[in-house]
């Protein structure tokens, strides 16, 4: 536990936990001296737990992509799964009403990866690319002088973290998955949803459907420009028939949003530069999409590796959320492997800024 959390504990304690967990009316009213403030029972740990809110791959607040970090003492979690069970977890997550909220643990037994919960407003994921940025960028930023290597344990997999001081930047060698499924979905299931694009014929082929790890599919849907094409995109009723999405077996149970994309480098640029919006029903729109950067990264890299087999890693700068107003900058590495033809590795990277820190009281037993 950081200095800033142990002052958080005492302030709590100085004023709205002794109210909250106060002696009984009756026992107040036989002090001897009523007008003196009432003593105060402090709550053991399992009753309150300290967060904090960071807007992700940003470095301007009220930008990016907002993520709520709850830390998880150690004691808590040595408690067992029902000291703070998974449904409370995803209540948690519906009271911040964030795109994803997660549950970061203190290590058990330290040093050791530290287990890192991800939760959106409807269910669990395994993996989520702000999640871990942002919390990597806070968990090396809190501490003086600054962290430059975290491990975070998600569903996923292992995932190492690194920190540059200097450029104030987290990154993350993401686990992965990389699987294309075999059926793709077809072009006017999207322009079902899309009333600007099904006036136009830009959108007639099938559309690739991409893993990055199971339980994380996009539809990636290719538009040339951002002008006027991904700017007039219908968020309001979004929402892919789930008749037209098939996945190969073993991957069906994921969450599937769609990924629509307008590359804005020229071809001889080092680093691919590309605007981006990602659509998605519980969601509906995510100003910055960590998981869907590193699919189409992966995909990209893997169309032009068939091609290309001299080229073997691929840097992306990601742009998203401009439309929303939370502009987000994401950047992405891929290295395929000596053929061409697998994702050997893929890093993630991106800023964060620290928003609000406090404290959440638990219900009641």
């Not at 793709?184 to 322009?191: N, Q």
């Not at 530069?273 to 659509?279: P, V």
Request: charged share 20%.
């Amino acid at each position: 536990m950081n200095d800033f959390e142990k002052r958080l504990q005492d302030i709590a304690k100085e004023s709205f936990i002794k109210e909250t967990f106060s002696r009984p009316s009756s026992t107040l009213l036989s002090t001897s001296n009523a007008s003196s403030p009432p003593p105060y029972q402090a709550p053991p740990k399992s009753d309150y737990l300290t967060f904090n809110t960071v807007d992700v791959f940003t470095t301007t607040r009220f930008r990016g992509n907002q993520l709520a970090i709850v830390h998880v003492p150690a004691a808590l979690s040595l408690a067992g799964p029902s000291a703070l069970p998974k449904d409370l977890k995803q209540t948690i997550a519906c009271e911040f009403n964030f795109s994803e909220t997660v549950f970061l643990h203190e290590p058990v037994p330290s040093p050791s990866p530290r287990r890192l919960d991800i939760f959106t407003l409807k269910e669990e994921l395994p993996f989520a690319g702000h999640p871990v940025i942002g919390t990597i960028a806070h968990v090396c930023q809190s501490v003086e002088p600054p962290l430059e290597r975290v491990t975070l344990l998600c569903k996923a997999g292992v995932i190492e973290g690194r920190y540059d001081r200097k450029e104030k930047m987290a990154e993350a060698e993401i686990p992965h998955a990389i699987r294309i499924h075999h059926q793709p979905v077809e072009g006017r299931a999207v322009l079902k949803t899309q009333p600007y694009l099904s006036r136009t014929s830009i959108v007639t082929s099938d559309l690739p459907v991409v893993s990055i790890v199971r339980g994380m599919a996009f539809i990636l849907v290719s538009l040339p420009s951002v002008k006027p094409h991904l700017e007039k995109l219908d968020v309001g009723h979004f929402d892919v028939d789930d008749s037209y999405v098939t996945l190969d077996e073993g991957w069906e149970e994921s969450l599937v949003g769609t990924y629509f994309y307008a590359i804005t480098s020229h071809p001889n640029e080092k680093i691919t530069r590309i605007r981006t919006r990602m659509l998605e029903p519980s969601v509906g729109e995510d100003s910055a999409t960590g998981s869907a950067a590193c699919t189409l990264a992966s995909f990209l890299s893997l169309k032009d590796g068939k091609a290309n087999k001299a080229h073997k890693t691929y840097e992306y700068c990601i742009q998203q959320g401009v439309e929303m107003g939370r502009d987000s900058e994401i950047f992405v590495r891929v290295t395929l492997d000596a053929n061409g033809k697998a994702v050997h590795k893929v890093v993630l990277a991106g800023r964060a800024v620290l928003m609000t820190q406090g404290i959440m009281m638990l219900p009641e037993a």
